[in-house]
């Protein structure tokens, strides 16, 4: 019998889901990626626009088609508005919250499958911390051989004005140090080459359990100790970072690490003070931009990438020119560019989403145009010096080359290396530039 999970949304539903996989594996089932050859099919939902959510919707009707034909069930989980969830309660046959994972058998077996699985509890035997935190004692199946996903935090207290993440989450809540540096040294150990950290705002890491956990700084040192003690490479990446939490001992931390990668992900969202201010993202931009001059000091070689909202409800052309003006001065090495998609229950979904969609897709145009200015610059004073990477796949596009990613993830694609090279660190000599991506060859 065979299971296929679809998984949308950001690095922390990918997370999630290596963990969901784990739980169906362990009861027997083979996973496929085809929709259509499966028995058991879930959906790990995403609400941050609406978008991402008419897919799971779109995905739902057609699966409840299939079932006129043959014996199908269907869960999902994942990022869910409450609105949205009351839907799904008609239209899966199960709708389930990650911390109720462990009971995932017990639950799939009320929704009648077949009863030569196991129904073994996946946490038998473990000792119990916390019931909003124990789904993360569940081993995952890892969907890489040398790059993984480590959550350290689950949900979000920020309650940025359009954002769904607080309501589809729920409260802060930190992953234990103990479990999350032995989940790290385990990685390491089994020779994996990049490791990310992953929160909503990783670096209010502990502050819910103040007194009783360590800070993000501190855990990253922690991390930063096991590069120290082992003989293994490694990288260590966190995102994304909240600016409001971004103490300068956080940097420090990253300078202070050969495997604490000089990489930094830090969303800005707007340039201009009252959007700003609007959103509740509750930081200055000169904030902001001493964060930056922090960074530039401390890391001297550092990428810079961030994430930004164009035509949020209320946003002029003089402040979004302000935005145009941050992207122009901090030279940013990646945005991820999004156009505002109000969010029912979140706050900004009561004000009038009055930028047209032609002015936000023109807005996203002109930032895309002086990120792509910007990068390649940067990328263009990479060519002729070398750089090591981590090759990560053939390259779709061209036969014998592979992608990889610099330290900074820039992408790279690297010329005359061979299959086998792939989940390795190669040194890598530029040889040329465009906008967001480098080419190189092996330096022999
Ligand atoms: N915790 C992170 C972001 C989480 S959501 C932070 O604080 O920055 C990921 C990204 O989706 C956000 O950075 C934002 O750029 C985008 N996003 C969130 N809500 C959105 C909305 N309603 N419309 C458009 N983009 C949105
Ligand atoms: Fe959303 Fe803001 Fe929380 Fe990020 S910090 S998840 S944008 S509410
Ligand atoms: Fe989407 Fe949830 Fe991530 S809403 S962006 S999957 S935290």
């Known amino acids: 019998m065979k299971c296929c999970i679809v998984t949308l949304g950001c690095q922390m539903n990918q997370s999630d889901s290596e963990r969901i996989r784990s739980v169906i594996e362990g009861m027997g089932y083979a996973m496929t990626k085809n929709e259509e050859e499966a028995d058991l099919i879930g959906v790990v939902a995403c609400s941050v626009r609406q978008k991402a959510i008419d897919k799971v919707?779109?995905?739902i009707h057609r699966w409840n088609r299939w079932k006129n034909d043959r014996p199908l069930?269907?869960?999902?989980?994942?990022?869910?508005?409450p609105a949205d969830e009351r839907k799904f309660l008609k239209l899966f046959d199960l709708v389930f919250r990650m911390n109720e994972l462990p009971e995932l058998p017990s639950m799939l077996q009320q929704c009648g499958i077949a009863t030569e699985y196991s129904l073994r509890h996946p946490l038998e035997g473990m000792e119990r911390q916390d019931?909003?935190?124990?789904f993360w004692l569940v081993d995952p199946a890892y969907s890489s051989a040398f790059e993984a996903y480590v959550p350290i935090q689950n949900g979000c207290d920020k309650f940025c004005t359009y954002c769904a993440v607080p309501y589809t989450r729920g409260r802060e809540v930190?992953?234990?140090?103990?479990d999350i540096l032995a989940e790290v040294q385990r990685l390491v150990d089994r020779g994996v080459k990049s490791i990310t950290l992953l929160g909503q705002n990783v670096n209010s890491y502990g502050l819910d359990k103040k007194g009783k956990e360590i800070s993000f700084a501190e855990l990253l040192c922690?991390?930063?100790e096991i590069g120290n003690a082992s003989d293994k490479d490694f990288w260590v990446y966190f995102t994304s970072p909240h600016p409001r939490d971004m103490t300068r001992d956080v940097i420090e931390a990253v300078a202070g690490y050969d495997c604490l990668a000089k990489q930094i992900h830090l969303p800005i969202q707007s340039g201009d003070e009252e959007v700003l201010r609007r959103m509740n993202r509750n930081h200055s931009m000169e904030a902001y931009l001493k964060i930056v001059s922090d960074i530039r000091e401390l890391l001297p070689t550092a990428t810079l990438f961030t994430d930004i909202i164009v035509g949020f409800s209320g946003e002029t052309e003089a402040q979004f020119a302000h935005t145009a003006a941050l992207m122009e001065k901090v030279e940013f090495n990646m945005a991820y560019i999004a156009k505002y998609s109000p969010r029912a229950g979140a706050r900004s979904a009561k004000w009038e989403d009055d930028v047209s969609p032609q002015e936000k897709s023109e807005r996203l145009a002109r930032l895309s145009e002086i990120l792509k200015r910007t990068s390649l610059a940067h990328n263009q004073a990479m060519v002729g010096k070398a750089f090591r990477v981590l090759l990560d796949g053939k390259d779709r596009r061209m036969e014998?080359?592979?992608t990889g990613r610099t330290e900074g993830k820039l992408p790279i694609r690297v010329l005359d290396a061979s299959e086998e090279l792939i989940g390795t660190f190669q040194e890598v000599e530029v040889t040329s530039a465009a906008e967001l991506s480098l080419t190189g060859r092996l330096v022999k």
């Not at 069930?73 to 508005?81: D, K, P």
């Not at 019931?131 to 124990?134: K, L, M, N, P, S």
């Open 400 to 402: 014998g080359a592979l």
């Open 222 to 224: 922690r991390v930063g």
């Open 57 to 59: 919707y779109a995905k």
């Open 131 to 134: 019931e909003r935190t124990d």
């Open 73 to 81: 069930i269907t869960f999902v989980s994942g990022c869910i508005l």
């Open 174 to 178: 930190s992953r234990a140090s103990a």
